[in-house]
T-cell receptor
Framework: SQQGEEDPQALSIQEGENATMNCSYK?????LQWYRQNSGRGLVHLIL?????REKHSGRLRVTLDTSKKSSSLLITASRAADTASYFC??????????????FGTGTKLQVIP | NAGVMQNPRHLVRRRGQEARLRCSPM?????VYWYRQLPEEGLKFMVY????????ESGMPKERFSAEFPKEGPSILRIQQVVRGDSAAYFC????????????FGSGTRLTVV
C-alpha cells in the first residue's frame, strides 16, 4: 500500500513551542501534501511539495521532503492553541490508469495547550 | 464561490435502509473524489469520478456501494442496505483537473447506522 504513515500518532505541546510531524511512504511520488483537520470538519489543504523540491515554507509552516528516505516532515513554529487539529500527509503518484492518485496517511493528532 | 458542498451533514439510517450522500464540487471543478473516514483513522479512498465517468472505483466495496457524477447535478454516493459497519464520515473532494495539486474538501457527511 502507498498509504503514508505519520509519526507520532499524537503530540501534545505548550503554546509557543514548535511541533514536528513526520510522514513516511513507500513508492515514488509526484508530490506530497499536508492537510489539517479540525475535529468534526473536513480537511484543509495546507501545503504541497513537489518531488523535485526539498523544502517549502508557508507562514509558520515548513515542510521538508527527502525522496531518498521516502519521508517528509511538517514543522509548525510558534504553535498556537488554534493549531490543535489532526494533520495528515497525502502522497500523489501516477498509477497504472494514467492519472494521479492521492492516498492519505493515518494522521498526527496535535494538541497545543494554552 | 461556495466551495465543495456536501449534504446532509448528518444522516441517521436504520440497518437495511438506503443512504444517499450528495456532493456538489467547486465551480469549475470536474473531478470528484470520495473518501471514507472511520473514527480516529485516516481517509480511505473510495472512488474517483469525472462528469458521467467512473475513473477509479478500486476503493469501493464490491456490493451495496455505488457512485455517480451525472452531467447535471451533484455527485451521489449511494449505500444500499446499510449495516452498522458503514457508520463513518464520508468526505468528498474536488479538483479542477487531474493534477492533484491539492484537493478542496467538503465538510463531510456523518452517517450513523442504528
Amino acid at each position: 500500500s502507498q498509504q503514508g504513515e505519520e509519526d507520532p500518532q499524537a503530540l501534545s505541546i505548550q503554546e509557543g513551542e514548535n511541533a514536528t510531524m513526520n510522514c513516511s511512504y513507500k513508492t515514488s511520488i509526484n508530490n506530497l501534501q499536508w492537510y489539517r483537520q479540525n475535529s468534526g470538519r473536513g480537511l484543509v489543504h495546507l501545503i504541497l511539495i513537489r518531488s523535485n523540491e526539498r523544502e517549502k515554507h508557508s507562514g509558520r509552516l515548513r515542510v521538508t521532503l527527502d525522496t531518498s528516505k521516502k519521508s517528509s516532515s511538517l514543522l509548525i513554529t510558534a504553535s498556537r492553541a488554534a493549531d490543535t487539529a489532526s494533520y495528515f500527509c497525502a502522497t500523489a503518484f501516477s498509477n497504472s490508469g494514467g492519472y494521479q492518485k492521492v492516498t492519505f496517511g493515518t494522521g498526527t493528532k496535535l494538541q497545543v495547550i494554552p | 464561490n461556495a466551495g465543495v458542498m456536501q449534504n446532509p451533514r448528518h444522516l441517521v439510517r436504520r440497518r437495511g435502509q438506503e443512504a444517499r450522500l450528495r456532493c456538489s464540487p467547486m465551480k469549475g471543478h470536474s473531478h470528484v473524489y470520495w473518501y471514507r473516514q472511520l473514527p480516529e483513522e485516516g481517509l480511505k479512498f473510495m472512488v474517483y469520478l469525472q462528469k458521467e465517468n467512473i475513473i477509479d472505483e478500486s476503493g469501493m466495496p464490491k456490493e451495496r456501494f455505488s457512485a455517480e457524477f451525472p452531467k447535471e447535478g451533484p455527485s451521489i454516493l449511494r449505500i444500499q442496505q446499510v449495516v452498522r459497519g458503514d457508520s463513518a464520515a464520508y468526505f468528498c473532494a474536488s479538483s479542477p483537473q487531474d493534477r492533484s495539486y491539492g484537493y478542496t474538501f467538503g465538510s463531510g457527511t456523518r452517517l450513523t447506522v442504528v
